[in-house]
């Protein structure tokens, strides 16, 4: 092989491998307790950058785009968006005292804060970075505010009652409270629209929500302070994390049983999955630490130090 063919195929090499690390999506961890977001890359499970935010990043959240990371600061009451390039600060919006989990709606054009010592729900443009509209909670103390695949509905869990509050998007309110169990938190939807998981945590049970009767179909037994949601792409699998007992439990969809739990650390709270359904990073706050689950396997695979405290889980 000749000098010139030899340079050629390094430089392919070269390439492949820097589309091959760029191509897996990042994990975006908020630490609460260190006042930083750690940018984990899923291809190696390293940290290849640490985003300094305000005081208590708690909710995070990415644009569809992937250029801007959207985290909830509490002490601030705002929701701040940084460039993920640049990690800086690209604009901030007030949205109440102590705001907790952020989400995208489906299109990205708005991102619901739950406002949890206003007891609202603001509704901000993301393009603006501004407050369109504040809906009032029956609940007190809401910490999650998830849009349904549809963007018809917001589901709102609120810590200091035993029901969720569903609210209708194109009238701007709750128009109906289910019971769910003492401490409502965290809220998944299956990608079809057709179910929603809600953890309830003192109570120890997921609740399955038929969205179209807005009813409660079944109430599956989980472990001691179940907390965060997260619903596998294909629809298949719930993923319920135990603050109290620091696993995941797997729920199948079609029984609505725990088919296995999963030791991952402690006070597992938050996590998310990448789109392809193969790895779940877990948000472990007393371990500082994100624990990496393979889906397939059922097991944990790997666990990667980050902040203090870490909160949430966001990928894009």
Not at 162 to 184: E, H, M, Q, Y
Not at 291 to 298: G, P, Q, S
Request: aromatic fraction near 6%.
């Amino acid at each position: 092989m000749d000098r010139k063919l030899r340079r050629a195929f390094a430089a392919l090499a070269i390439f492949s491998a820097s589309f091959t690390c760029h191509a897996a999506p990042l994990a975006y961890v908020s630490n609460e307790g260190s006042a930083t977001v750690s940018v984990i890359d899923t291809a190696t499970d390293r940290i290849v950058s640490t985003i300094t935010t305000g005081s208590k990043p708690r909710g995070i959240a990415v644009s569809l785009d992937g250029k801007r990371l959207f985290v909830s600061e509490r002490d601030a009451g705002a929701v701040v968006a940084y460039d993920t390039a640049s990690g800086k600060e690209a604009g901030r919006v007030a949205v109440g005292k102590s705001p907790e989990g952020i989400y995208l709606s489906p299109d990205g054009q708005w991102l619901t804060a739950a406002v949890e010592e206003n007891d609202e729900v603001a509704i901000v443009d993301t393009g603006k970075l501004a407050v369109a509209k504040r809906i009032r909670m029956r609940g007190k103390n809401p910490e999650h505010a998830v849009w349904s695949p549809d963007g018809k509905w917001i589901y709102a869990s609120a810590e200091d009652t035993d029901k969720l509050d569903i609210i209708d998007v194109a009238k701007g309110a709750v128009v109906k409270s289910i019971t769910v169990g003492t401490r409502p938190r965290g809220i998944g939807f299956l990608p079809d629209g057709s179910r929603a998981y809600v953890a309830a945590e003192t109570a120890g049970v997921v609740n399955a929500i038929d969205v179209r009767t807005r009813e409660a179909i079944a109430r599956i037994p989980a472990s001691l302070r179940t907390n965060g949601i997260t619903i596998a792409p294909d629809g298949k699998h719930v993923y319920a994390s135990s603050g109290g007992k620091g696993t995941v439990q797997f729920i199948d969809v079609a029984t609505n049983r725990i088919v296995k739990e999963v030791a991952v650390g402690k006070r597992p709270w938050n996590m998310a999955i990448t789109p392809d359904g193969r790895k779940l990073y877990v948000a472990c706050g007393r371990s500082d630490a994100a624990a990496v689950i393979d889906t397939a396997r059922m097991e944990k695979v790997g666990e990667i130090a980050v902040g203090r405290l870490p909160w949430g889980v966001a990928i894009r």
